[in-house]
Each structure stands twice: as C-alpha cells, then as structure tokens.
C-alpha cells in the first residue's frame, strides 16, 4: 500500500531534550516536506526537499533541521524543543518537485513540549 | 508575499444543501492553486486542483475556478452529504511548486 509513515504519533516530552520524528514514503517520491498545524494558523511549511542531499527552507523553519539521506526518508530534528513548537506535525511527499502533482501526507505526529 | 485566505467557520449544513467555501489569494508570480480535505485524525487528501488562470478542478462533485481577476479560489458543491463533514484547505504553491502556503482551513459539518 502506498502510503507516508511518521513515528512517534503521539509525544511528550520536556524542553531542551533533543526529540527525531521519522517521516518515511514508499512511493519513490523525489519531494518531501514537513509542515506544522496549528489552531488558527492552518499548515505552515517548516522545509522540503526536492531529493536526496537537497533541503530548503519553508515558512517557518526556525528551531527545526531535516536531512536527507536516503530518498525514501526525511526526518525533522528538534534539537532543543521549546514550548512554542507544540504542534500537529505532517510529513508529505510527491513524485516530481513540488506539485502540479498530489501531495500524499502521513497521519501526523502530535508533540507536546512542556 | 504568498498569503491565503478562506472564510471562517465552522460551517454548518444539512444534507443536501449548497456548500460554497471562499478561498482568495496573494502571490509572488504565477501559482498553482489547491484544495486539501482533511478528515477527523487523518492526514490532508488532494480534493482538487488548478495550474492556471481559468481553470476549473473538479472531484468528487465539488469544483472551484482559478480567477485570476478576483485572485480566488472558491469551492463549491451543489449537494452535500454527511460524508463531506471534515475540514477544508485552500492553498497555492509557488517556486515551481516547492513552497506550499495553506489557508486556515474551514470545518464543515453535514447533518441528515
């Protein structure tokens, strides 16, 4: 089944403690991209990735990293969570850059820092 | 800047009824434009699309047109159902379609 994973679905965790959210697709996506969902502020772009050792930033790319090292996987780093980045957090993919072409998104990762 | 605005909700109907969603953009050039459902603990699905000025995207019975005179977007449907109830995206893509910038999303309930 072609589909985007994320683990952990759901955290907890404290300020400053380094936390990974894995983000994985089986689709042979070129694209990825990370977003956050917030209440009144719908979804912002944290960045994307257009292939494997390419990254740029999105909207709001403060206090987050990604990597891309393999095509398939696309993880978003916090390396010291703050309060202010408890959120809804989706991962997407799709084949060519960007899109003109559907973006798939996984199920989402809800953080809470405390 | 890149900016998309869509009506507040939520936006409550019964069964059957009209649905219209604003949708209005502003851009950096010439984006393609979006809109995304999203059901109750589930991720965002590809509801319909449209690359330029004119075009109209359609699925599922609801259609929007790209006005590039009025910069919107809005999303329609003729009848709705219990099954459409979820939360609406607008968004528009720009830089050859890397960056993304989504509305706030607007909640719709059907009720029987």
């Known amino acids: 089944e072609a589909q985007v994973t994320q683990n952990p679905r759901y955290l907890i965790t404290v300020t400053g403690k380094k936390l990974t959210v894995t983000c994985s697709q089986n689709?042979?996506?070129?694209?990825m991209s990370w977003y956050r969902q917030d209440p009144g502020l719908g979804l912002r772009q944290i960045y994307y990735?257009?292939?494997?050792?390419?990254?740029d930033k999105g909207d709001v790319p403060e206090g987050y990293k990604v990597s891309r090292k393999e095509k398939r996987n696309f993880p978003l780093i916090l390396e010291s969570p703050s309060p202010n980045q408890t959120s809804l957090y989706f991962c997407?993919?799709?084949?060519?850059?960007?899109?003109?072409?559907?973006?798939?998104f996984g199920p989402g990762t809800r953080l809470t820092v405390l | 800047g890149n900016s998309v605005t869509q009506m507040e909700g939520p936006v409550t109907l019964s069964e059957e009824a009209f649905l219209t969603i604003n949708c209005t953009y502003t851009?950096?050039?010439?984006?393609?434009l979006f809109w995304y459902v999203q059901y109750p603990g589930e991720g965002l699905q590809l509801l319909l699309k449209?690359?330029?000025?004119?075009d109209k995207g359609s699925n599922k019975g609801f259609e929007a047109t790209y006005r590039k005179e009025t910069t919107s977007f809005h999303l329609e449907k003729g009848s709705v159902q219990v099954s459409d109830s979820a939360v609406y995206f607008c968004?528009?893509?720009?830089?050859?379609?890397?960056?993304?910038?989504f509305g706030t999303g607007t909640s719709l309930t059907v009720i029987p």
């Open positions: 968004a528009l893509s720009v830089n050859t379609g890397n960056q993304f910038y």
């Open positions: 689709m042979n996506h070129e694209y």
């Open positions: 449209a690359t330029k000025a004119d």
């Open positions: 990735s257009m292939n494997v050792e390419v990254t």
């Open positions: 997407a993919s799709s084949k060519l850059q960007g899109s003109y072409n559907e973006q798939f």
């Open positions: 851009a950096t050039g010439y984006p393609s």
